[in-house]
């Protein structure tokens, strides 16, 4: 297993559009995670999934956003009606077990642009 | 309310020397405290993750240090690479269930030959 995967690693996309990435953890770990970062700040809490099932979401996470786990394997994180604030780095992390206690692992990131 | 402060914000250093970066806390009731290195551009990856019994943790040329009492960590680099230029972040975990991590800002350090 090579680690958390993301794609697509770059989006460059116009104003109103949506867009979506996708995210495959490693293959044993039950919990995955959303995060997005912009230049210069740490990660920020989006939504995290244990298994199939959505356990918590951020308010960060407005209406236009929405993630799924449908098999509980790979997540996709949708964003609707795109607007310029969106245009940061998406980050995927998965973990066996709780975060607060374990190992974290994230991917390489998906980066939009909105223009 | 929970916050993870970093300093410096940046750092700039030559090749071959040590460096030292500060994370303070006010996160509770503490569970852990992780530093990740993260590459421009890229994910951040883990480089120690301390409970509270523990004061240091070595990871290669990277040694953690954690004062429970006082809630402040520190990275120590030693004999630095140009590969080490990079962001690092201090991120705290609280003991409750759910997502409970909070990430400072990082410092970002730059290496020159």
């Known amino acids: 297993d090579t680690g958390v995967s993301q794609n697509p690693r770059h989006k460059i996309t116009k104003r109103g559009q949506n867009v979506t990435f996708r995210c495959d953890p490693i293959?044993?770990?039950?919990?995955l995670y959303w995060y997005r970062q912009t230049l210069g700040q740490g990660p920020e809490f989006l939504t995290y999934f244990q298994n199939e099932a959505q356990l918590e979401k951020s308010r960060l996470l407005s209406d236009r956003f929405s993630a799924e786990r449908p098999k509980g394997s790979f997540s996709t994180l949708e964003i609707q009606r795109t607007e310029q604030g969106d245009s940061a780095m998406y980050l995927c992390?998965?973990?066996?077990?709780?975060?607060?206690?374990?190992?974290?692992?994230f991917g390489e990131g998906s980066r939009l642009t909105v223009l | 309310k929970n916050q993870v402060e970093q300093s410096p914000q940046s750092l700039i250093i030559l090749e071959g020397k040590n460096c030292t970066l500060q994370?303070?806390?006010?996160?509770?009731?503490?569970?852990?405290l992780r530093w990740y290195k993260q590459d421009t551009g890229r994910g951040p990856v883990s480089l120690t993750i301390?409970?509270?019994?523990?004061n240091t943790k070595s990871n290669g040329r990277y040694t953690a240090t954690l004062d429970a009492d006082t809630k402040q960590s520190s990275l120590h680099i030693t004999a630095s690479q140009l590969s080490d230029s990079a962001s690092y972040i201090c991120?705290?975990?609280?003991?409750?269930?759910?997502?409970?991590?909070?990430f400072g800002k990082g410092t970002t350090l730059s290496v020159s030959s």
């Open positions: 994370c303070n806390y006010t996160v509770s009731p503490f569970s852990n």
């Open positions: 991120v705290v975990s609280a003991e409750q269930a759910g997502t409970a991590l909070i």
């Open positions: 301390m409970t509270f019994s523990e």
């Open positions: 992390a998965s973990s066996l077990g709780a975060a607060s206690t374990g190992e974290l692992f």
């Open positions: 293959s044993e770990h039950n919990r």
